[in-house]
């Protein structure tokens, strides 16, 4: 059984989620979820302080939870020859793909930082290929296109302006940032704890980001939550967005291959639209619920088209 990184007793798991890579789609799609319910929270945040102080807090409540219960399991331990691959994954997973993107979210507004995060799928396939080489099935580019599809119609066509597209850009540079980070730490989970890559990165992240905040702050009139509504939100990007989210991202990635496992974050504006809807009283329309539709589709071709491959290739002679 696969051990979660948490000092906690882990029951066996029987049934229908009981390999390996169900375990694995099912903590994606948790990860999937928590994200979609961080940009309600980090939008309502960015509203009181600027955004690099908002990534710094939630790095460093995230980098002192993680680096403790790593550290008391004894899971720290990084070889000298990997040192610098953990500084990189740091800096682009979590300084430069979640700076970006809370600035280009801050520009750009959460509905089209869901849509242009939720690209990544597709270059996170093409990398799988060119890096790790995996091989993707023609189906499953189907099954990729069809949830992204999904991902437009739920979210529709945002207004545009100066500042949308300056927010575009930014977003832009966060998909291939967390695109980057989803391969390399892959790359780090064959030597490594799930904990331990996500420990080290968060630690990295914060001391990385560091210099951001403070000359954010220094130019803002509000440099940090005025409200407990405010530290709340803090609590929640920085616990679940972070400390939760991301060991789910990185753990599930152990037992599933990167363009499959990928299509899992297209659940994340979907969750996003329905939590504002929720939450801020917006309402759902038509287009949504077929969005919905389509990226459910899409997600269980990607799931499917896999399943299928490893048949055929466990069937062939060899």
Do not use: C
Not at 147 to 162: C, K, Q
Not at 305 to 316: I, L, P, T, V
């Amino acid at each position: 059984m696969v051990h979660s990184g948490f000092p906690l007793p882990q029951p066996r798991v029987e049934g229908v989620f009981s390999s390996p890579s169900q375990r694995g789609f099912i903590a994606l799609a948790l990860a999937s979820v928590i994200w979609g319910g961080m940009y309600v929270a980090s939008d309502a945040l960015m509203h009181q302080i600027p955004p690099f102080v908002a990534l710094e807090l939630r790095e460093a409540v995230a980098a002192i939870i993680l680096i403790s219960i790593a550290a008391r399991r004894g899971l720290l331990k990084v070889d000298r020859a990997d040192r610098l691959s953990f500084v990189g994954v740091g800096i682009i997973g979590f300084t430069t793909s979640i700076g970006f993107q809370f600035s280009g979210t801050h520009d750009a507004g959460a509905g089209l930082g869901s849509l242009v995060t939720a690209s990544s799928p597709v270059l996170i396939a093409v990398l799988g290929v060119v890096v790790l080489k995996e091989r993707v099935p023609p189906v499953r580019w189907v099954a990729i296109a069809v949830a992204l599809a999904g991902v437009v119609v739920v979210l529709g066509t945002p207004a545009g302006g100066p500042r949308a597209a300056k927010g575009v850009m930014l977003l832009l540079v966060a998909m291939v940032a967390w695109s980057v980070y989803t391969i390399w730490s892959r790359r780090l989970l064959d030597r490594y704890h799930a904990l331990t890559v996500v420990a080290v990165a968060s630690g990295v992240g914060a001391i990385t980001s560091l210099p951001l905040a403070i000359v954010a702050g220094d130019r803002s009139a509000t440099p940090l939550p005025t409200t407990l509504l405010g530290w709340g939100e803090v609590g929640y990007i920085g616990i679940f967005g972070m400390v939760v989210a991301y060991f789910l991202w990185v753990s599930g990635f152990k037992h599933v291959d990167a363009s499959r496992g990928a299509v899992m974050l297209l659940f994340q504006p979907l969750t996003g639209v329905l939590l504002s809807a929720a939450i801020l009283g917006e309402p759902i329309s038509a287009g949504t619920m077929m969005g919905g539709i389509l990226i459910s589709l899409g997600v269980i071709g990607a799931i499917l088209a896999g399943s299928n491959q490893a048949r055929q290739e466990a069937a062939s002679p060899t």
